[in-house]
DNA sequence: CGTCATTATTGTCTTGGACAAATAGTTGAC
DNA sequence: GTCAACTATTTGTCCAAGACAATAATGACG
């Protein structure tokens, strides 16, 4: 029997990362979604309007309104999908495809083979910023679009995480500057960036010191004095908002010591237009190298305000 | 003079963990906390009573009622931060307070070169249920007491995660019998306990796929029909309620096929009194050998596709 | 001492209103 | 035509007080 029981609000935050809030906010203005209610009076989401959910997120990282979403219908929303990946052609398109295939059809072997073969062939810095971002992107996009599940999408991370935490393992830097600590704010739970970052910091002759996700505020500050970093990098994905990331790098600036660098990456800044006073935005990884030249730049690592 | 101005609700909850409707209607009932207003009428929560906050979360984990602890002033919650639960001495309790110690004071080379030295010498079954398991408790522990904070307690278990991880790729396992899905249900995001058990299967001859945390339950029935598994394995940490596990055990058992077995570990499952029909309950390592040796000595197990 | 029914506790959901930050649209000066 | 400043609209988050179901604690009874 596969009847859909819906869902309740709390699990439609979850898998959305839509807040109550704004989940009811719409109902009310635009007349979507439209949840039945249960024996309580509470709402009931249809799984086809969680995608539906899940999918105007996805738009909405990418510039679009609500307001001009809520009007479209499926095939629209399809078509708005579809535009950007025609609209962002480029030479190692087919071969993506070709990987996102593999992902797909849970090839797992195929693909961690085909991973460490290209790291092998473009070294790791191309091979982060032309490969496994976009891929990364790719696979988001094909699990918005419901081509592929929340099953395919782990398996991918996993194997990602498998090749990432190899590789750094026989690099395994004891020194090198700057020093950088790698975590991410409360409520952000994905590694993978973290992970990325460490591997350029590496070959660019840094010292990354990975803390894993997920680490308060008053305690990035103790563990960058205690590790004497010169700069703490935190990393945001899609699904974190704008509005909270904003809010804790302007917290987190403020108790951080003057001397300490502070670099936010990740698709999850992209939307963030305003400046923050202290904070260095790297929304692609090719800022990245900016970041660490404007440091090695600086006398003695010292910031000059 | 306080450096310190005091952060909005949203904050708040990134910071301890609590929703903000958990913190209005704590202020509403208990009188606790009592922010302060902004111009525009919205909360500002002194940082003095945002770590109070997180003590109370802290002792709301280890089992502690909020309507009690609303009424103790700050030396009685010290005093209960400082209560200890019963240890009993081991021989190797010695062992593991040093190692505690590491943790403690950050020596990150020699805490990774006694784990390596320990498994070698032990073995990685022992080292899992003798040395890694009790260590993890009492890391907790030392947490939960506020002796070390999470900075600590994420520099180990990036230890322990790389430890786990490049232990087990070169093992690669590309055969084996059964074959074992390990992952965890939403809201539960640790991943220690999977990596654990990985290395127990591995080194068992059995074919463990590591899906990650935070599997929705029908994308677990999904995975395990495509990937042909023989078992579904999850894992519960304290944290995780005890009557939600319970429930999400029976929605997986009823949706999953009935040749597939279903097995439940970690701290998580152990105040589970009521078994569970057709569930497995692993509450410590040693049972999960048990499991896997009845699935051996079951006549369906022996067919290999 | 265990088992069942009752009572207390506690987190989450509800509604509808309000407002500030961000974005879009408009006007005017150069 | 370009850029700046001003106004209008959009949009997410916050607030209040009430309600209720799930969990835990308590008491009654065999």
């Given amino acids: 029997m596969n009847t859909t029981p819906g869902m309740p609000i709390a699990s439609v935050?979850?898998?959305?990362?839509?807040?109550?809030?704004?989940?009811?906010?719409?109902?009310?203005?635009?007349g979507f979604p439209t949840p039945e209610r249960d024996a309580n009076g509470e709402r009931v989401y249809a799984s086809a309007q969680v995608r539906r959910l899940a999918q105007i997120k996805r738009l909405m990282d990418r510039g679009h309104r609500p307001g001009k979403l809520m009007t479209l219908d499926e095939a629209a929303l399809l078509a708005l999908d579809e535009a950007r990946s025609t609209a962002w052609a480029s030479p190692d398109d087919l071969q993506l495809d070709a990987w996102l295939n593999?992902?797909?059809?849970h090839d797992s072997e195929a693909l961690q083979q085909a991973f460490y073969r290209e790291m092998a062939k473009r070294g790791m810095a191309r091979f982060v910023q032309d490969i496994v971002a976009p891929l990364i992107a790719r696979v988001g996009e094909a699990w918005s679009r419901n081509e592929l599940g929340i099953f395919e999408e782990h398996l991918f991370s996993q194997h990602l995480e498998k090749l990432f935490r190899t590789t750094l393992a026989n690099m395994a830097p004891q020194t090198g500057h700057p020093r950088v600590l790698l975590t991410t704010l409360s409520g952000e739970e994905h590694t993978l960036g973290l992970l990325m970052v460490e591997a350029l910091l590496v070959v660019e002759d840094a010292y990354p010191v990975l803390l894993g996700p997920q680490t308060p505020i008053d305690e990035i500050v103790r563990a960058a004095q205690i590790k004497a970093v010169d700069a703490v990098c935190l990393s945001f994905s899609t699904a974190y908002s704008p509005a909270l990331a904003a809010q804790g790098l302007r917290d987190l600036r403020q108790r951080l010591p003057a001397d300490t660098q502070l670099w936010a990456?990740?698709?999850?800044?992209?939307?963030?237009?305003?400046?923050?006073?202290?904070v260095c935005l790297v929304p692609e990884f090719q800022d990245l190298f900016d970041c660490l030249a404007r440091w090695r730049s600086e006398p003695g690592g010292k910031t000059v305000n």
Same sequence: chains 1, 2.
């Fill in 13 to 30: 935050e979850r898998e959305t990362g839509l807040s109550k809030d704004t989940l009811r906010v719409w109902e009310r203005r635009y």
């Fill in 102 to 105: 593999l992902v797909k059809t």
């Fill in 265 to 278: 990456g990740g698709y999850g800044v992209k939307p963030i237009r305003k400046a923050i006073d202290g």
